[in-house]
């Protein structure tokens, strides 16, 4: 059986499905980021709204850092999941996991927040720790766009942390 990484947006496509008839609802369990990712955003308005269950569908949203989301969803734990990278499921085919990519949500901007006057620039973050979510879109982007803007980020002492360590 394929497994299937959904994006975000994907969990949209409840709200066009026909309901189902009186049967019992089928069980569903979906792999998360927690926030602030976007595989955060629609669980809450899913479970609110009961557009799984107006759909016959009985949805438990679990969330995962982006390593251990990785991890789980390669490895079979999870068959479907709502917040993995076009990367993440690119790696999985080319390593021999079946997977269907539907579609994704990204909305393309990141910040780098510092209480330090001495940071002025991402140049600036050379040979200074940083916290990030490695195993996300936003990271690699980030990186992209340092090494663009002359940092060198070989440089940066980066602190892997889940999506919810970002926050503060």
Do not use: H
Request: charged share 15%.
């Amino acid at each position: 059986m394929s497994r299937i990484c959904i994006g975000l947006a994907c969990a949209a496509a409840l709200w066009s499905v026909t309901p189902a008839s009186a049967q019992a609802p089928e069980p569903l369990s979906i792999v998360v980021f927690g926030a602030p990712s976007l595989g955060a955003f629609l669980p809450p308005i899913i479970k609110a709204q009961k557009f799984d269950e107006k759909n016959g569908l009985l949805i438990k949203f679990e969330e995962r850092p982006p390593d251990a989301y990785t991890a789980q969803f390669n490895s079979g734990e999870f068959q479907l999941g709502g917040s993995a990278s076009l990367l993440t499921v690119g790696l999985a085919d080319i390593r021999g996991v079946k997977v269907t990519y539907l579609f994704n949500l990204f909305d393309f901007w990141g910040a780098v927040v510092t209480s330090r006057p001495d940071v002025k620039t991402v140049k600036d973050l050379e040979g200074k720790q940083l916290a990030a979510a490695k195993g996300t879109t936003n990271y690699v982007m980030f990186d992209w766009f340092a090494r663009q803007l002359g940092a060198d980020t070989a440089k940066f002492s980066v602190i892997n942390t889940a999506t919810p360590g970002l926050i503060g």
